[in-house]
């Protein structure tokens, strides 16, 4: 049985819907957040907005654990915004589960944030000794906080929105709800994904497409970053004052992150995906009997190996899908038990060949070596590693969970030596001057801090 426990983590997504002539709110933020459950799975939230009344309701834990079919009869209302978690600002714990209702003088808001901010601790020292009070311990209540204040000093909700925006850095992909209006926001550099899309009358916003898909909605466009987009009953209106141009995606959206049936950015993940296998055939080849790809992110980066190479596609893993959550077990012996059953060898296929593995990363190395382990244990000849993203030598601080420097295992080893502590017959890396091609891009259109150290925020 293998561990995943050191895999990257995902960040945190969100979905908002306005209207209800086809699908009640709660109902469709349920479907949309179990679509996007791969973006967190530590805890999620439905606040809704009933003829101006807001409600919430959110728990530890998965979309199907959280919500009964008595918990989304009793959320009605004509607009709804969800949130799935994984703690990246802020502890894992109840308090800090999202949406954050906040009440303040001109009535009520709600708010759903994927993303960190890199100034959130400055803001927080700020708004505490202007006497606030905080209930959590994560960046998004800073936001909420501000928003609120800005709120009573404004006659609108957008603008509020559009002055918190400007003290904000690092990145947000959020959603606001007041009681009569559905705000979507995606930071001036659009580090986070952010569409949307339309169902009959109604609008939605979600991190990924594949969250439309889930209620049958059409994808309209990408918010734009720096754009705030408004719904309300007058229709939809877009604010474009923070808008530069400039787009700095995390390429590991494409490398990792998002479902690969989603489009962002107007690229299609599984394609970009694909062409990092082909890559990487094509940069590092290898004599192989098998291609196989490690569940779930590396099985499209091996099929484009395996097209490339013309090396034999294979199944090399099967992965139990129901195990629950991991982190809640009362002893550190049943939360290793629960991880280490989720994915497990298929030998018939592996045994007395020579195989490629393809995965999406290499962080601290512990998961990879087990993998290895197990694979050879099922009586591999050869296991050569191809690795679809480049060695990470960075951490990051916009709301991807990368280790410190010294965590992370190619700041301490070269590949070569790397390969040998893992037990590899070979490994190589995907060559960060590829990036560009993962997404059709001649420019540098994204993020790769992490594998180069230059944070587009302290550019120019």
Not at 156 to 184: D, H, W, Y
Not at 422 to 439: M, N, R, T
């Amino acid at each position: 049985m293998i561990s995943l426990s050191s895999k990257l983590h995902e960040e945190c997504g969100v979905f908002g819907i306005f209207g209800d002539d086809v699908m009640k709110p709660a109902s469709a933020a349920y479907y949309g957040l179990f679509a996007l459950q791969h973006r967190g799975q530590e805890s999620c939230g439905i606040a809704v907005s009933d003829m101006g009344v807001l409600k919430c309701r959110k728990d530890m834990g998965l979309v199907g654990e959280v919500f009964s079919d008595k918990d989304l009869e009793a959320l009605n209302g004509h607009m709804a915004i969800g949130h799935v978690r994984y703690s990246t600002m802020g502890g894992s714990c109840v308090e800090n589960c999202q949406p954050f209702l906040v009440r303040h003088s001109k009535g009520r808001l709600a708010i759903a944030h994927n993303g960190n901010l890199t100034n959130a601790e400055e803001l927080r020292g700020e708004l505490a000794l202007d006497g606030a009070m905080f209930q959590t311990t994560t960046d998004s209540e800073v936001i909420a906080h501000i928003i609120a204040r800005e709120r009573t000093r404004c006659g609108s909700m957008e603008q509020a929105v559009a002055n918190t925006v400007k003290r904000l850095k690092g990145a947000f992909s959020m959603l606001v709800m007041s009681p009569r209006k559905l705000i979507a926001v995606r930071d001036s550099l659009g580090f986070r994904p952010l569409v949307l899309g339309r169902l009959g009358n109604s609008y939605i916003f979600a991190s990924e497409t594949c969250a439309l898909d889930a209620i049958g909605a059409q994808r309209i466009r990408d918010i734009e970053p720096g754009e705030i987009v408004v719904i309300s009953a007058e229709g939809i209106n877009s604010i474009r004052d923070n808008c530069s141009g400039v787009r700095k995606i995390c390429i590991f959206e494409y490398i990792y992150f998002a479902r690969p049936d989603s489009v962002i950015d107007g690229i299609e993940v599984h394609a970009s995906r694909i062409k990092a296998g082909r890559l990487l055939a094509q940069q590092y080849p290898a004599n192989a009997d098998i291609v196989i790809g490690v569940p779930d992110s590396g099985l499209d980066a091996a099929l484009g190996f395996s097209r490339a190479s013309g090396i034999e596609y294979s199944v090399g893993f099967t992965r139990n899908n129901y195990v629950g959550r991991t982190f809640i077990k009362p002893e550190q012996s049943q939360r290793r038990a629960s991880v280490d059953i989720k994915l497990n060898v298929l030998t018939p296929n592996i045994r007395g060949k020579k195989v490629v593995m393809v995965d999406d990363s290499i962080v601290r190395g512990s998961t990879t070596v087990n993998i290895i382990k197990a694979l050879k244990k099922a009586g591999a000849k050869e296991v050569h590693v191809r690795i679809s993203s480049p060695t990470i030598h960075w951490p990051c601080y916009f709301g991807t969970d990368i280790p410190t420097r010294e965590e992370l295992t190619s700041n301490h080893n070269s590949v070569d030596r790397l390969c040998r502590l893992i037990g590899a017959d070979s490994l190589a890396f995907l060559k960060v001057e590829s990036l560009c091609e993962l997404i059709d891009s001649k420019e540098k259109t994204f993020c790769d801090a992490c594998f180069t150290g230059n944070y587009p925020d302290r550019q120019g």
